[in-house]
């Protein structure tokens, strides 16, 4: 999720070549919020005792937008290739600019959604409070203790009353790795980068070799978890596939749909099948119930490339209303992904209280969240100024 100038009436148009990557980042916000959008009447169905509690259409209709949506986290890696590959200047100015963005609002939200929970209590609400707005949380504690416990834990885990920080773990993993990386893309051939690219996607078979074939393979076993692929495997092979596309892959509409459709089709349903197959089961773990959701599968690299090519096309004016809307949303980006699981809980009630229809309930909470956590940050951003970055990126 990188930063982009936002514009104003004074300032020169967005150039051109950057406005398809802010859509591609609302895009991909819409498919991260409907992921979560799910979770308050989902988390029950899927890992909870008694998990017919859940209203049976409305998971039902949880797996259907769960699967078409998986190329959320993908998109936004790729929009870090797009917009970051190859790395301009020195590594340590790399760092100085981009870690101290992510880390410190990352830190400060952290401690938040953790000590939340505790203030919950200190208001006098019921422990089921706890639930209702973190409906995959570990406990419904409500105890100092408990948060500063979890506070503790942050420079090394996350917990699932904030489950949306695993990516940020993940991305600052990524910007220490881009100038190493930079450096090999910034003089590899094209022929090079598909090498790598064939490399990383036999390696995204990897969670259904290892489920359905053989745990330890490729020479991995008990005291060895760096196996044959594990050097090409992971988001990197996201980043350089939205380099790859963008310096290479310049089709017309015609070839560009004919060759997402087919991606698309192939991939959801892959996806799909493969969860509900999956969520049948008796005795499923989390491990199983993840695995057809997993970001680095075949399905979910077809479904995320099947998205992609066709928003690369995308044309609008530079100046316009549109182009500016999707700029504020770049610079606001960061923030909204930190604070807008906040009002998970806030969709869900209202699509409930509005007898949203079944298959509505998802986008439509989806958009709720976005509508409130994007005001919010906006908001903030104007009232902050410059010292909003450490708050919100």
Not at 2 to 19: D, F
Request: net charge positive.
């Amino acid at each position: 999720m990188m930063q982009q100038q936002s514009i104003s009436a004074t300032k020169p148009a967005i150039p051109e070549r950057l406005v398809w990557c802010d859509a591609i980042r609302l895009l991909a916000f819409f498919f991260l919020l409907c992921c979560h959008a799910a979770d308050p009447f989902y988390a029950a169905a899927t890992y909870a005792a008694g998990g017919d509690t859940a209203a049976p259409e409305l998971v039902g209709w949880g797996t259907r937008w769960g699967s078409l949506v998986r190329p959320c986290v993908p998109l936004f890696v790729m929009l870090t290739g797009v917009l970051s590959l190859p790395v301009r200047g020195s590594m340590t100015r790399f760092y100085g600019r981009r870690i101290p963005r992510v880390l410190f609002p990352f830190l400060i939200w952290s401690v938040a959604y953790y000590m939340t929970p505790w203030l919950t209590g200190v208001l006098n609400f019921d422990s089921s409070a706890v639930r209702h707005m973190f409906p995959w949380a570990e406990s419904d504690s409500q105890t100092l203790q408990d948060g500063l416990a979890l506070v503790a834990r942050i420079p090394y885990s996350f917990s699932f009353i904030a489950c949306h920080m695993w990516y940020i773990y993940m991305l600052i993993g990524l910007y220490l790795y881009l100038p190493i990386f930079s450096a090999w893309v910034e003089r590899a051939t094209r022929r090079e980068k598909e090498i790598f690219l064939l490399l990383w996607l036999l390696s995204t078979i990897l969670p259904y070799f290892t489920t359905y074939v053989s745990h330890y393979c490729f020479g991995t076993c008990e005291w060895n978890s760096f196996g044959l692929f594990y050097y090409f495997a992971g988001f990197s092979g996201y980043m350089l596939l939205g380099h790859y596309i963008r310096e290479y892959v310049h089709w017309g509409w015609g070839r560009t749909m004919t060759v997402s459709i087919p991606l698309l089709a192939v991939g959801l349903a892959t996806t799909y099948m493969g969860y509900s197959h999956i969520m049948a089961l008796p005795d499923r773990t989390p491990e199983m119930v993840e695995l057809f959701w997993t970001y680095n599968t075949p399905n979910v690299v077809m479904m995320t490339v099947a998205w992609f090519l066709p928003m690369c096309r995308l044309r609008m004016d530079a100046n316009g209303h549109m182009a500016r809307l999707l700029a504020n949303l770049t610079a606001c980006g960061f923030g909204i992904y930190m604070i807008h699981y906040y009002f998970v809980y806030t969709g869900f009630c209202m699509g409930e209280w509005l007898g949203i229809p079944a298959p509505l309930r998802i986008p439509f909470s989806a958009v709720v969240i976005l509508v409130c956590s994007w005001s919010i940050v906006a908001m903030l951003r104007h009232l902050m100024g410059k010292s909003a970055r450490y708050l919100l990126g």
